[in-house]
């Protein structure tokens, strides 16, 4: 059966339209049936309407627990099973994340735990890391700290700025992201610990 996908994204969506294309070609066995976005604006809803894709804005509120709640209806009445965040700028709350324990999957572009947070590339040339990479994980409550399904590494040029290691890291961010959702569908996994351990 396929699983119904929720994507969150506040931005251009490129890593939606990565998921999307996987799910297109039968890589994933899913179906991506609602986006939503904190941004009315924000590029990623236009690509989802052209893929045919359910897409809106929730406005934030002051209020995130009534935020997350607003979320969590729109995804239930959408039945979905999984939510993908692909660029979504918001934290979520603790109501969100128990609305769909171990169901929520993030990408981050940096090997966690190094770099959480904003401007992960920059952080990363700042460091003067050698290697870098990007990082697909579960959501807990916390930032960029919930357990890892995959990750994916680059290296850094010497003459590397932010744009160019970040579309170095963007490259392989559109091949972890499908291939951790497909891993989690399609094989037996638990968490042991932090570990995410395939069977
Ligand atoms: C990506 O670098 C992702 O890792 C981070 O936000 C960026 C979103 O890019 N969480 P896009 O909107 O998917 O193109």
């Not at 996908?5 to 070609?25: H, W």
Request: with cysteine; proline share 7%; glycine share 8%.
């Amino acid at each position: 059966m396929k699983a119904r996908i929720g994507v969150l994204l506040s931005g251009r969506g490129s890593n939606f339209e990565a998921l999307a294309t996987a799910i297109d070609r039968g890589e994933v066995p899913a179906e991506i049936v609602l986006v939503l976005s904190d941004r009315p604006a924000a590029p990623g809803l236009e690509r989802a309407r052209q893929r045919g894709i359910e897409a809106r804005a929730i406005l934030p509120e002051s209020d995130r627990a009534e935020h997350d709640s607003r979320l969590v209806r729109a995804l239930s009445a959408a039945r979905v099973d999984w939510v993908c965040l692909a660029g979504y700028m918001r934290l979520l709350g603790s109501g969100f994340v128990r609305a769909y324990p171990e169901r929520i999957l993030n990408i981050h572009p940096s090997l966690l735990p190094a770099f959480p947070g904003l401007h992960a590339q920059h952080q990363a040339l700042e460091y003067g890391v050698r290697v870098a990479g990007c990082t697909v994980h579960l959501v807990d409550e916390g930032l960029d700290s919930g357990p890892i399904v995959l990750q994916e590494s680059v290296p850094v040029e010497p003459d590397d700025d932010e744009a160019s290691l970040a579309a170095r890291i963007l490259e392989r961010e559109h091949v972890a992201y499908p291939a951790a959702l497909q891993l989690l569908l399609t094989r037996p996994w638990t968490i042991e610990g932090r570990r995410v351990v395939v069977g």
